[in-house]
């Protein structure tokens, strides 16, 4: 008999999960929110998908997307001095998860996938566990709904370290050669410039890391269309020239006036499995692995640790599914879960003196500027730059 398991939540990692868990076992999706509800909803991210992830969706069938906006290049600009443009080895890409999510929620349908609309909450999860054999917690940031251990060591902070201001407009001309942009001020913040795509066509994302109670820290209280825009073209004339000068004035709006959003990550890093009423239970994604987006590295991530999981499924299928898969499945993940992490809390701090020296040198070398760009597809490369600096040559 197929084993059944539930995937609460239908973000990025559980769609991932769904996709390749489908074939061997009897998969239910619960979730709180139906595909129309996402796609006439608000943004809810930058989510750049980076070429090992773009790889993984091929390899599990998911859609297919436009590549109008394939990003091939990371742009470095420091204070208001452009580094350089370092080349991706493969194209990254970023499609609205509101067009994304709903656009697969369909098509999962269509393929004998079960849904369940339901905001879970923790009186259900008792009943849920007697009904499958395994639950996957891929309720994203609002979670868990099951109680998965912190993992201190790698949970440092208290509060979150950025505000996170994010914008879909259009009117801003797109960086050449097509990229995402990375602007970092010293002590008071960050710019991510992104090309996307949306349902409607390509948009450009404007994405503020902001210190909290710094210079960019200026869109607390908004909340209506017009004054984040005109907020938005206030900020990027005082700090962020290079965009200001690409703005279209006339035509430079919100592409529609649930494309912003305003928010703060409290990262906060979980051991993924639990035993809950004898039965394992595992996190994927934002649940158990929470990080502050400022490497764009969340959907990177979930999709990473999904197909972890995934192949410790397939391996185990036969088996029973006890506190040892639990183990495999975070001894698969863990090393790659610290990288990203430290790497990840390491940016939203003072930049240390020899990584300061790496961007520097990517003014001047190209092979620097590529190895740079490829840090955020192999985030392991970006570890290895910050914390064994005398490993390299
Ligand atoms: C401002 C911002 C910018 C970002 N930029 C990037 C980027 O550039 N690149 C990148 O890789 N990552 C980025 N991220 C992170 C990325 O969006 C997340 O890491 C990723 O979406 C996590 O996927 P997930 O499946 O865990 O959660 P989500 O995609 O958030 O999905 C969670 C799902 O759980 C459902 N759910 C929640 N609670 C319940 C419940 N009780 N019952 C039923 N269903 C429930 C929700 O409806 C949803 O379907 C960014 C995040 C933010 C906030």
């Known amino acids: 008999m197929r084993k059944k398991i539930c995937i609460i939540g239908s973000g990025t990692a559980g769609l991932q999960l769904a996709y390749s868990l489908k074939e061997e076992f009897d998969v239910t999706v619960i979730h709180s929110n139906s595909s129309d509800k996402i796609r006439n909803g608000r943004i809810m991210s930058t989510q750049v998908h980076f070429g090992p992830t773009r790889t993984r969706e091929n390899r599990f069938k998911m859609p297919k997307w436009e590549d109008k906006t394939l990003l091939k290049s990371i742009h470095m600009t420091i ?7 370092g080349k991706l080895k493969e194209p990254a890409l970023s499609v609205d998860q509101r067009f994304y999510f709903s656009h697969c929620l369909k098509d999962l349908e269509n393929k004998g996938v079960s849904f369940r609309l339901l905001r879970v909450n923790k009186e259900q999860i008792e009943s849920l566990a007697d009904e499958f054999d395994l639950m996957i917690d891929c309720s994203g940031k609002s979670g868990p709904l099951f ?14 370290q950025r505000k996170c201001i994010v914008g879909y407009f259009l009117g801003v001309k797109p960086n050449d050669p097509l990229g995402v942009s990375v ?13 996307a795509m949306t349902e409607h066509g390509p948009v450009t994302i404007l994405f503020i890391m902001a210190v909290p109670g710094r210079e960019l820290d200026v869109f607390k209280e908004i909340k209506h269309v017009k004054e ?14 290079d965009i200001h000068e690409r703005i279209q004035q006339d035509i430079f709006a919100l592409s529609d006036d649930k494309a912003f959003l305003n928010v703060a990550i409290k990262p906060v890093i979980r051991k993924p499995y639990v035993i809950f009423k004898n039965k394992l239970v595992v996190g994927c994604g934002d649940s158990v692995f929470l990080n502050d987006p400022i ?8 999709s990473y ?16 599914w006890d506190i040892r898969i639990g ?15 430290e790497w990840t809390n390491a940016m939203t701090q003072v930049l240390p003196q020899h990584v300061v020296q790496i961007l520097l040198a990517g003014a001047e070398s190209q092979k620097t500027a590529d190895e740079v760009a490829e840090w955020f597809a192999n985030p392991r490369k970006a570890y290895e730059a910050f914390f064994q600096p005398s490993n390299l040559h």
């Open 79 to 85: 204070g208001n001095q452009k580094l350089f443009v």
């Open 147 to 160: 109680p998965f251990p912190i993992e201190k060591e790698y949970s440092p902070f208290q509060v979150p």
């Open 183 to 195: 602007t970092v001020l010293p002590e008071i913040g960050e710019m991510f410039e992104i090309p």
């Open 228 to 241: 984040f825009t005109n907020q938005m073209k206030n900020i990027t004339q005082k700090y962020f020239q």
């Open 295 to 302: 490497t764009g590295q969340g959907c990177n991530l979930s």
């Open 305 to 320: 640790c999904a197909e972890q999981l995934y192949e410790t499924l397939i391996q185990y299928r036969n088996s029973i």
């Open 327 to 341: 183990e495999t499945y975070w001894d698969r993940t863990k090393t790659f879960v610290k990288e990203v992490t």
